[in-house]
């Protein structure tokens, strides 16, 4: 059983501490990620509220991984913060997440709104500003840290995505790229912002290693607009801003609504002045089993404790510069071992 933890105030049993693999979680379950059901009628997953840790946390709102579903093609985590006011003393501090590793995943960050700061154990320092890509590919290992800039505007809105690297990539050197600009596309109703992959025949120019789709759209108040999609992806359409109707069902802000492949088209519409944003993300079902834990995304327990120990004892994760504060130390491993099954 695992003792209480004297920083945080977490007690054994207390689940609703337990996140899943919140960067800062010092009590970070193991999770199975699979494909899960392809649901033929849209389903509506709701968000969890954690925070991104300190004393003062930034709340976060975590619809991805979920015990309903835990993965969207190769999307395997999505995290939607703000919009937050970071005028007030009360909340001044902003984004603060430590030095810390990743593994076997693309870190996508997105903003809306406001400025991160992002330093990597390959040497960059990148500030990115919305409607830029921040898109760090770990592979086999790298370190960064992400932070609100000392001079910043007033709010921070943004998100914070995962995609799993397929077996094929994942032992790949680490990379990180910045995408200043991406392309664009209008229609009625519609502006859409390109991340990842292909949308309406324009195409990314950000590294994939799996068939994925990830795009920003603002939905003008009043319009329907039928997206068209690529029918062997699965797809979600994340609210960020306003509520939008998605194949009938309404999204409210942190809500994503997940839609099974097979589907050509998605309808999507909202009554929000003067405009709505959603994230779109699709990609082909997952076909690999993986385990993550804290930030790592492996295949079995035994690379997930061996990188643990590795981030704590060795230099295979590098350092970052230029971070004023400390690393942050890894959790204790959960005393319960989990095996990958297979897919349905
Ligand atoms: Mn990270």
């Given amino acids: 059983m695992p003792r209480s933890c004297v ?129 760090m590919t770990a592979g086999r290992g790298i370190s960064h840290s992400e932070e609100t800039p000392a001079v910043h505007s007033p709010g921070i809105h943004g998100v914070q995505l995962w995609v799993a690297l397929p077996d094929t990539a994942r032992w790949g050197a680490p990379a990180f790229h910045h995408h200043a600009s991406l392309p664009a596309v209008e229609a009625d109703g519609l502006r859409a912002i390109v991340i990842m992959g292909s949308f309406a025949g324009v195409t990314s120019p950000a590294h994939i290693a799996s068939p994925l789709v990830g795009a920003e759209l603002r939905l003008s108040s009043g319009h329907g607009v039928q997206l068209p999609v690529d029918s062997t992806f699965e797809h979600a359409v994340l609210a960020v801003s306003g509520t939008t109707t998605v194949e009938g069902v309404d999204a409210g802000v942190g809500e994503l609504i997940y839609l099974g492949p097979g589907r050509s088209t998605i309808h999507v519409a909202t009554e929000t002045e003067p405009e709505a944003i959603v994230l779109l993300l699709g990609g082909v079902p997952f076909s690999e089993d993986l385990v993550m834990w804290w930030n790592f995304v492996g295949r079995t327990h035994d690379e997930i404790a061996q990188a643990r120990s590795d981030w704590m004892d060795t230099d295979r994760f590098g350092s970052v510069r230029g971070y004023s504060g400390q690393p942050l130390p890894a959790p204790a491993m959960p005393t319960t071992r989990i095996t990958p099954r297979r897919r349905r």
Avoid: K
Wanted: aromatic fraction near 4%; hydrophobic fraction near 30%.
């Fill in 7 to 135: 920083p945080c105030g977490w007690e054994p049993g207390d689940e609703s501490r337990r996140g899943t693999v919140s960067n800062l979680d010092r009590h970070p379950t193991e999770t199975l990620l699979d494909a899960g059901r392809h649901a033929t009628e849209p389903e509506r997953l709701t968000a969890r509220e954690v925070p991104l840790g300190g004393p003062r946390a930034m709340l976060v709102r975590r619809t991805l991984p979920q015990r309903q579903r835990s993965m969207v093609g190769a999307w395997c985590f999505v995290d939607h913060y703000g919009p937050h006011d970071l005028t007030g003393r009360a909340s001044a501090s902003g984004m603060r997440v430590p030095p810390h590793p990743h593994l076997g995943l693309q870190t996508v960050s997105w903003l809306l709104d406001g400025e991160v700061l992002h330093r990597d154990s390959l040497g960059n320092q990148q500030l990115i500003q919305p409607g830029q890509l921040n898109l």
